[in-house]
């Protein structure tokens, strides 16, 4: 490869859009940035305007393309997306048919209940991993046909943000490509991960119609080129193959080189999301827990391409610390918000449960509600801004004590995300969890994943083994040697959880 090689990772989150580029050293060397507008228009309800998400990969990537070096050769373009989130749009147009929903809402949490009670539960467990509840992307879809307005056609399409980037990119209307990878089709409700196809009895049990959805491929391997006249007149980026593609939270497993089975990673988003390497073949449903296709590296992936996962997804970490910076207005900046946890020794008997959307693993409550408990006339702003900080380190536990339980206790965890740049909840983590707890030198590893994916399609690395030569750490943190006052600390939020469930239905 030349020396100038380079691809271009577009990351379609929850919060923003960023487009990054790396090299073939692994180095970002460049980034753009654009904040996603959130929508609640009704409480629990959470909504992207899907142009507005269009608009900012569109221009992110026209901001890293018009800084390029001449010299630069782009190999190849990676997508990652927020997962579950669904949109609805019209083939022929390209037009939204509704508004996006977001996968932190909750607003299917009553159809849930119902096919649970109807005996869905066990049939979607064996066959996606998953359980039901909101967060998943089934119930939507059937929502927006049943009471979004969105009407069945043969122009329909629904699926998650990766689709709709590429179908986009890949020219819209006019040749667009609908597809989908793996991990994203398993993250639907509809997904058969065993036998990695859509499930005719889940699309029915659902009402969601098969030829609706995307064509589900590989997450590494060409999904097709960006078309001419999609991005700004002469880009560089016109062409350039799109070649890897995958949901966030796998591809910050991939970003953190866990290719070995019980390496785990925990990303602090928006929400907190814990993955382990669970190895090739699929394991048994565990509770509190779902299981995942990790990644499927299709023909880069040697004899066994397909990796499962556990997973705990918790579903409110850095929106908490958003909460207290535009709801409560307690910090300024969310830059803040370490220093300011830092400045107090404990936050002093608060507990804070950011139960805003539920709570996902390992309690899987969409009934639950965020509490605030411990309050004394003492209490300043900075006890609540800690008590924040302790609720990410005690939700990661929860999904760690829940692995553990399983059978595969993780002994050394990896951290990304941009709470993590936070040295406090490392160290409170580590002490919480009773292990290691690793900081990569970038902890952008979500878009480095998707463009991992898409550099070993074109042959920028020749293999797994090449991409976790990639990987440094910047900073470890170990657990201390009493674990006393972290398990009282813990046992407060246990009982403030038990408090703040089934909120909703009191």
Request: proline residues 6%.
């Amino acid at each position: 490869m030349p020396a100038s090689t380079c691809i271009v990772a577009v990351d379609a989150g929850t919060t923003g859009i960023r487009s990054l580029v790396v090299d073939q050293h692994g180095a970002v060397v460049d980034l753009a940035y654009r904040e996603l507008t959130q929508h609640f228009p009704r409480p629990g309800w959470v909504e992207h305007d899907p142009d507005e998400i269009r608009a900012g990969v569109m221009a992110t990537l026209d901001e890293v393309a018009g800084r390029l070096d001449p010299s630069a050769e782009v190999a190849a373009i990676g997508i990652t997306n927020q997962r579950e989130t669904v949109v609805a749009w019209d083939r022929s147009s390209g037009q939204p048919l509704h508004r996006a929903i977001v996968w932190q809402d909750r607003r299917t949490a009553d159809a849930c209940l119902a096919l649970e009670e109807a005996g869905l539960l066990p049939v979607v467990r064996d066959r996606t991993g998953l359980v039901l509840d909101p967060y998943f992307s089934a119930t939507k879809m059937h929502w927006l046909l049943d009471q979004g307005g969105v009407e069945d056609g043969p122009d329909l399409a629904l699926a998650t943000v990766d689709t709709w980037v590429l179908w986009h990119l890949t020219g819209g209307p006019a040749g667009g490509v609908l597809a989908t990878d793996a991990t994203n089709a398993s993250r639907t409700s509809l997904y058969d991960i065993r036998l990695r196809r859509w499930s005719e009895e889940l699309c029915g049990a659902f009402g969601v119609p098969m030829r609706a959805l995307a064509d589900v491929r590989p997450s590494c391997g060409t999904f097709g080129t960006v078309a001419p006249g999609v991005l700004a007149p002469g880009s560089p980026l016109t062409g350039v193959p799109i070649s890897g593609m995958a949901g966030d939270q796998h591809a910050a497993l991939v970003g953190q080189a866990c290719f070995e089975p019980g390496m785990a990673k925990v990303t602090y988003g928006t929400g907190s999301f814990v993955l382990v390497n669970a190895g090739p073949e699929c394991p048994p449903p565990a509770p509190g827990l779902v299981t995942t296709i990790a990644w499927d590296l299709g023909d880069h992936g040697g004899d066994a391409p397909v990796a499962y996962a556990r997973e705990g997804s918790v579903f409110v970490s850095g929106a908490a610390i958003q909460w207290l910076r535009d709801g409560l207005g307690l910090i300024g900046e969310s830059a803040e918000m370490g220093a300011l946890a830092a400045s107090v020794d404990s936050s002093d008997g608060v507990v804070v449960v950011p139960a805003f959307a539920g709570l996902g693993s390992p309690h899987f409550d969409p009934a639950a509600r965020g509490l605030i408990s411990g309050l004394s006339r003492g209490t300043g702003r900075a006890h609540v801004a800690r008590a924040v900080v302790e609720a990410l380190a005690y939700q990661v536990r929860d999904v760690l004590d829940a692995v553990a339980a399983s059978g595969s206790p993780v002994t050394r965890l990896r951290v990304d995300g941009g709470a993590a740049a936070m040295d406090l909840l490392l160290a409170l983590q580590a002490d919480q969890s009773r292990v290691e707890v690793s900081r990569p030198s970038s902890v952008e590893s979500t878009a480095w994943g998707a463009a991992a994916l898409a550099g070993l399609a074109e042959g920028v690395w020749g293999s797994t083994g090449d991409l976790a030569d990639l990987w440094h750490e910047e900073a470890s943190f170990s657990p201390s040697g009493d674990r006393t006052l972290a398990d009282a600390g813990h046992a407060a939020w246990a009982r403030a959880v038990e408090r703040a469930g089934g909120w909703a239905h009191s």
